[in-house]
């Protein structure tokens, strides 16, 4: 070693141990003749090498698609942090209810993770910033540039009274209508750039004489049919209206709500029978496997298409009658309150909030960068399709995945949608909402 790379590596080690301050850091640097990247370089191992201990991460990341995904994730944190040993807390169910349920638990005997997985808005607000269990992270915001870094709507998304609570890494279109291209071939189905709901009953009716189910509902995830019937709203009613519901200013016993029930009953003429038995990605694998034509679902389906190399079989279009909406669906995560790793989980925060990680993470997940700068060029032309939409549709936010109303109101949608897939009785489904509508505050 030369007398040169000694003490470059006496000074990275220095900083490391916290024994060198940033101050004489940079004054010994100029001395060794370093050029400031070379230094900022030297700056960034100390302190990043200095890092140890554990960081426990709770998510509902535990598919086929989303596992890869979440992984890519912890290897971007690795990268930096090799010494911090990374727990994987997931809690399989998706769209999060059974991990939900537990997280509640542990937060409320005051046992959080070091960070978890939420959605912008309500569930956010609601379930953990109002109920103190969040950390502000304006500091972050700051230093990373955030603000300037994530469109208005995420920011807004993760901000009570002036500070932000969460970081964005992907944000998910909630109304894909995937499709196995065979299958409709087979048919003679030609799904265009989009689909009308009447479309849509004249390519099932095709499908279904061929004897395979045309819609693939996988009803064992709570989400699932609370996310069908939201999407049935938006095309019945139109995007202009869907928020007016959530506000109070439209009735769900309505004509459109109806009509939207009425709509959602008829598609459930198609379905599988199994579908109770089935978990989300299992109706994807049906679509990716040629066993069913359509599948209703946000676009981590395409996460499961990646996955499964299944890019040529599987098609998209927004879930019928919906082309011109993009339904937000946006994961984040947080800092809690006596995060038990409280600087490996800010440190958690910056590398999934970096550009690096969100271009590695979101081609694997089927989301698009949360941030604005990441470049789309290289990713699938789903994403280039979902990224154009994201820029010219209308952004609504999603009741099934929490943002759009009250934890309580998600949960009698999903309540009453789960008795629909059975009962199909637009009566008592409309009146179940006005009744839940009806305790919102
Ligand atoms: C999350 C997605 C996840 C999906 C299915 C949604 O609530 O936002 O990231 O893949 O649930 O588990």
Not at 4 to 25: C, K, W
Not at 74 to 94: Q, R
Not at 219 to 228: N, T
Not at 400 to 427: E, I, N, R, W
């Amino acid at each position: 070693m030369t007398s040169q790379n000694r003490e470059l590596s006496d000074l990275i080690a220095g900083i490391g141990s916290g024994r060198v301050t940033r101050r004489d850091a940079l004054k010994r640097g100029a001395a060794l003749g370093l050029s400031v990247p070379a230094l900022s370089m030297a700056m960034k191992l100390g302190e990043t090498a200095a890092q140890s201990g554990s960081l426990e991460i709770f998510s509902w990341w535990t598919s086929p698609g989303e596992a890869p995904a979440l992984q890519s994730l912890f290897d971007s944190y690795a990268e930096l942090y090799p010494d911090v040993e990374i727990v994987n807390a997931a809690i399989a169910g998706g769209g999060g209810g059974p991990a939900q349920a537990v997280l509640q638990t542990r937060l409320q005997g005051g046992n959080p993770p070091d960070s978890w997985q939420t959605h912008i808005g309500r569930e956010l607000f609601d379930g953990y910033v109002n109920a103190g269990f969040t950390e502000a992270i304006n500091d972050l915001y700051e230093s990373e540039g955030w603000l300037e870094a994530f469109p208005p709507a995420l920011v807004e998304g993760v901000t009570v009274d002036g500070n932000q609570y969460a970081v964005g890494v992907g944000v998910h279109r909630g109304n894909g209508y995937w499709y196995n291209r065979e299958v409709l071939a087979n048919a003679g189905v030609e799904v265009g750039e989009t689909l009308s709901f009447d479309e849509f009953v004249a390519a099932a009716d095709a499908v279904a004489a061929t004897g395979v189910p045309a819609v693939a509902l996988g009803s064992a995830d709570g989400f699932v049919a609370a996310q069908y019937f939201e999407n049935e709203l938006i095309s019945a009613v139109g995007p202009e209206n869907y928020p007016k519901y959530f506000s109070g200013e439209l009735a769900w016993d309505d004509d459109g709500a109806r009509a939207a029930a009425a709509n959602f009953a008829k598609a459930l003429e198609y379905v599988n029978e199994d579908h109770s038995a089935l978990p989300w990605s299992d109706a994807v694998a049906m679509v990716i496997e040629g066993r069913a034509a359509f599948n209703s679902m946000g676009d981590w389906a395409y996460g499961e298409v990646v996955a499964k190399g299944a890019q040529d079989v599987v098609g998209w279009v927004s879930h019928p009658g919906t082309a011109g909406s993009f339904v937000l669906v946006v994961d984040c995560f947080t800092l809690p309150v006596g995060a038990p790793n409280a600087e490996n989980a800010a440190n958690w925060l910056k590398v999934i909030g970096s550009k690096s990680a969100q271009e590695a993470f979101n081609p694997l997940k089927g989301s698009i960068p949360a941030r604005l700068d990441a470049d789309l060029s290289g990713f699938s032309e789903y994403h280039q399709w979902s990224g154009a939409s994201f820029a010219a549709d209308a952004l609504l936010h999603s009741a099934a995945h929490g943002q759009a109303a009250s934890p309580a109101f998600k949960q009698a949608l999903y309540d009453a949608a789960l008795a629909f897939l059975v009962s199909k009785d637009v009566d008592t489904f409309a009146m179940t909402l006005v009744d839940a509508q009806s305790s919102e505050g």
